[in-house]
Structures are given as C-alpha cells and as structure tokens.
C-alpha cells in the first residue's frame, strides 16, 4: 500500500491561485491512478479529480473542471492539484488517493488516503 502525505494548503482570496502536492512513498508509484477529494464541514467526501498512471489522461467533477488542472511526476513520486479561479464554495480539506487502475467517483471505492490539507478560501 502506498503511503500518502499533502502539502501546499492555506488561505487565500476568493480569484486567487494554490498548488497542492502529495508526496508518495513506495517503489510503485508509478502503477498507480491518483486522485483528489475534498470534503467540506457537514458535507460528504467528494470527487475532484484524477489522473491515470501515465499522467496522459485526467478527469474532473464538473464543479473544477477548466479551474483545476492534475498533473504528475513519477520521478518525484508526486501528484499536484494545481487551483485556478477559487471561490468560496471550494473551501474544504482536500485529500490524496491512490488506486491500482483506477479512481471511481466514489471515495468509498478508494483504498488509500492522505491525511488532508485545508483549503480556506475568503470572500
């Protein structure tokens, strides 16, 4: 199982701009599909979007898609979420997942997690 930490969270103004980067450990990394969730407080976890082992091929929820861009470095055992645009509604700790082939939608599908980072986004 690989093992997952996130980095790169904070607070930042409504318009404005993070990148977030979970660092993997394991020699298979690179067999992987990576993902990002988010859930915000009351809410349930949910899909943000993932990215298949190669890094040629990434899916959105619609809520990010032409905002949030996925991208990966094998080399660095690394996956990045790079927020373009963000609004108040994407406040919410968002979290890493790591699946063999594939992420699915539902985060009870997903056998390995992050530990989280917050995203505080004012208004």
């Known amino acids: 199982q690989v093992q997952l930490v996130e980095s790169g969270g904070g607070l930042v103004q409504a318009g404005g701009s993070l990148r977030l980067s979970c660092a993997a450990s394991g020699r298979t990394f690179s067999r992987y599909a990576m993902g990002w969730f988010r859930q915000a407080p009351g809410k349930e976890r949910e899909f943000v979007g993932a990215?298949?082992?190669?890094?040629?091929?990434?899916y959105y929820a619609d809520s990010v898609k032409g905002r949030f861009t996925i991208s990966r470095d094998n080399a660095k055992n690394t996956v990045y979420l790079q927020m373009n645009g963000l609004k108040p509604e994407d406040t919410a700790v968002y979290y890493c997942?790591?699946?063999?082939?594939?992420?699915?939608?539902?985060?009870?599908?997903?056998?390995?997690w992050g530990q989280g980072t917050q995203v505080t986004v004012s208004s």
């Open positions: 990215i298949n082992w190669s890094g040629g091929s990434t």
């Open positions: 997942a790591a699946e063999f082939d594939y992420i699915n939608a539902d985060p009870k599908l997903v056998g390995s």
